[in-house]
């Protein structure tokens, strides 16, 4: 299977899954008939950069080539993955994947973006209507997960087997819908909660503002983290959801929404949205909103990456695939000992930097502290060992800021052993993006026990790895730096 995605259609949706697949080391064919379209798709590319490497722990694979295509003949050409964003018109729909049918490989997974057209829909007068299926994705979709993977009915088969494999590949969660309906399933939600924003801001009950803050200060990040019905079973108390219901299911024959109503879309009613957005959001261009938007976007993600738990333990999930199978997985018996070892490569996240507009201070520690975490793994002392009982803890630790570094740029860190035996071991690292030396950590750890939170013996196999490291690094040169006290005169 090819890495190489064509993307007809380079909007905003297009466009976001453009830099997904590039940030994932996809080779990306574009067609769009725009001529700004290069520019447009420059633009998301530029925002795509500072965030979403930033969401992993782990760098992500280099990034693929994004080329322009006059036709989409041409844009298909070797893809196994055509992505159909177009605008939101059934005719142009059919039209559009035609002309991918006739060029494309018959074993490519055609996914079309749209928000509410059923498969079964856009496979009308297609040459091989299995071959394509509704794969609609939320905006950033370089940062969100989400993908609404939705085959007509019957039509389950190889290639939405491998449309999920490829979008999971992408850190991306397919939602394998087995049903097909309007709007699929995020689309009727939203909808749902768009018509009672309008009657709301129709009937002069609340501007649109206090409609973003309804959500934004309360159960909008509610939501981001437990959804709907976790949240409803917790706010049942004790008796969970039962009884949740028996408070709140009379409410459904209270006028409590104006659903089934549709307010009547009239010019009156856009100049009043638009009017009141523009007071709202208008001092902010929408690159800026764009970027607003991904700096929090990446700090709630991470703060669940955390937790492990929802968008963050996918997160976490992709950390895990990455490494599989690299220099970043492997473990003792397979890593030289001569040589200082890699134990971190990564990007800095966005939430890592402060008002200085670089790495702040503390995310040096942190990023230290992980490739420690990563050597201890590496010589045995993994999540298993920890469970046993035994652990190091760090007793001491001197970092120099040697160069600032920005979101959005790899770095890795070495670690040389310095001094590895019994209880004690003596770790020297050194961060640097490309050949810069950003950074040095020397960090003194004690072996303890877990039980009596008291210095003891590692395992036999732990020391074991920790003394052949000892050995191989002590022909290493000395670090410059090491065992250095703060060195400026009083
Ligand atoms: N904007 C959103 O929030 C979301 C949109 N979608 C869906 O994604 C699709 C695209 O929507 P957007 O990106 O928002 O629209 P958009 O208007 O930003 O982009 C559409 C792009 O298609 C291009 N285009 C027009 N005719 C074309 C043709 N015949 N062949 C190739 N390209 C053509 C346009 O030049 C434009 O760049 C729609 O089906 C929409 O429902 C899905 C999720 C979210
Ligand atoms: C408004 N919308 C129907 C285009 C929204 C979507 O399809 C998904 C999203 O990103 O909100």
């Known amino acids: 299977?090819?890495?190489?995605?064509?993307?007809?259609?380079?909007?905003?949706?297009g466009g976001g899954w453009a830099a997904r697949f590039a940030l994932n080391g996809w080779n990306v064919r574009v067609f769009d008939p725009d001529p700004q379209a290069e520019r447009k798709i420059g633009e998301v590319m530029a925002n795509a950069r500072r965030s979403l490497p930033g969401l992993t722990d782990t760098a992500l694979p280099d990034e693929g080539k994004i080329t322009f295509h006059d036709s989409i003949a041409e844009a298909v050409e070797g893809a196994s993955w055509v992505q159909e964003s177009v605008p939101e018109r059934l005719d142009i729909k059919h039209s559009t994947l035609g002309a991918v049918q006739q060029a494309c490989d018959p074993e490519a997974v055609i996914g079309s973006s749209t928000s509410g057209f059923k498969p079964s829909q856009l496979q009308e007068g297609a040459a091989r209507p299995a071959q394509i299926m509704v794969a609609h994705p939320f905006n950033p979709v370089y940062l969100l997960p989400l993908v609404e993977l939705v085959p007509a009915e019957g039509q389950d088969g190889p290639h939405v087997a491998r449309a999920k494999e490829i979008l999971e590949s992408l850190g991306m969660y397919p939602l394998h819908l087995k049903k097909e309906i309007d709007a699929h399933v995020a689309d009727r939600f939203l909808e749902a909660v768009w018509r009672e924003a309008l009657w709301l801001v129709k009937d002069g009950i609340a501007t649109t503002e206090e409609i973003d803050n309804a959500i934004r200060y309360g159960f909008g990040i509610r939501w981001a983290q437990m959804g709907l019905f976790e949240t409803y079973r917790v706010a049942g108390g004790e008796a969970g959801m039962k009884h949740f219901m028996a408070q709140f299911g009379p409410c459904l024959s209270w006028p409590w929404t104006k659903l089934m109503d549709v307010p009547e879309f009239t010019d009156e009613l856009v100049e009043l949205i638009a009017g009141q957005s523009d007071e709202q959001s208008g001092a902010h261009s929408i690159r800026e909103l764009e970027r607003i938007r991904d700096n929090n976007l990446v700090t709630m993600m991470r703060g669940l990456k955390a937790q492990d738990w929802g968008a963050g333990a996918l997160l976490n999930a992709q950390d895990k695939l990455i490494r599989k199978g690299t220099e970043m997985g492997a473990r003792a018996g397979d890593i030289a000992a001569d040589a200082p070892v890699l134990t971190a490569r990564?990007?800095?996240?966005?939430?890592?930097?402060?008002?200085?507009?670089?790495?702040?201070?503390?995310?040096y520690l942190h990023a230290f502290a992980d490739a420690t975490d990563r050597f201890m793994e590496i010589i045995g002392c993994d999540a298993e060992y920890i469970q046993s009982g035994g652990s190091y803890f760090t007793a001491e630790t001197h970092i120099r800021h040697l160069d600032e570094v920005h979101a959005g740029t790899k770095i890795e860190i070495t670690t040389q052993v310095i001094a590895g035996a019994g209880k004690k071991m003596h770790l020297w690292h050194e961060m640097r993006a490309g050949e810069r030396v950003l950074a040095t950590g020397e960090h003194f750890l004690l072996h303890v026990s877990l039980d009596t939170r008291?210095?003891?013996?590692?395992?036999?196999?732990?020391?074991?790895?920790?003394?052949?490291?000892a050995e191989g690094h002590a022909g290493l040169p000395t670090p410059d730096g090491l065992g250095r006290a703060i060195g400026a005169p009083r």
């Open 1 to 13: 299977m090819s890495r190489t995605a064509a993307i007809i259609g380079g909007g905003v949706i």
């Open 346 to 363: 990564r990007t800095v996240p966005l939430d890592w930097t402060d008002y200085n507009g670089h790495m702040t201070e503390s995310r």
């Open 454 to 469: 008291k210095p003891s013996a590692p395992s036999a196999e732990i020391e074991a790895a920790l003394v052949r490291f």
